[in-house]
């Protein structure tokens, strides 16, 4: 994703551009796919997965749910000219519902974990036992931090 000019911008993507289909009497036909089901996502029950995917140019991993994926799309905030790459694209299932939301810092020292829909996160290093912070509803965030508060 790119943004082209010299401002914020946010929103959610889900549906594609529309894109030239033949058809089989040799005319084209132009359809439109969601996010999920381009992603092959689409299918099948959405309560317990999960989708992970990193950031090329951060380095940042992130994770959302398949069912917002599905109902909504992705949610994404561009600075003025950024540019993102999502890559490494892989699911995960989560039937006892143990997180919301992460994302880790860009070295990969710290993870931020949103644990209720409160809006509370914690932070762990891959190195420790245990979380090593807190972040509380509304409270501060670091900058890498691309996760905003629910509203």
């Not at 317990?48 to 991993?61: A, K, N, P, T």
């Not at 995960?92 to 519902?97: E, H, R």
């Amino acid at each position: 994703m790119y943004h082209n000019r010299y401002a914020e911008t946010s929103g959610w993507v889900k549906d594609s551009a529309a894109f030239a289909v033949k058809e089989g009497d040799g005319s084209k036909k132009l359809v439109r796919r969601t996010l999920a089901d381009g992603l092959g996502i689409g299918d099948g029950s959405a309560d317990d997965r999960w989708l992970v995917f990193r950031e090329q140019r951060s380095g940042l991993e992130h994770l959302r749910s398949v069912a917002e994926l599905r109902e909504r799309g992705l949610r994404v905030q561009l600075h003025a000219y950024e540019t993102l790459v999502f890559w490494e694209m892989r699911e995960l299932y989560d039937s006892t519902k143990h997180f919301l939301d992460y994302t880790w810092s860009p070295d990969g020292a710290v993870i931020l974990v949103q644990v209720d829909d409160g809006d509370e996160w914690l932070y762990f290093r891959p190195d420790r036992a245990g979380p090593i912070g807190r972040v509380t509803p509304g409270g501060w965030r670091p900058d890498w931090c691309r996760c905003a508060p629910r509203a």
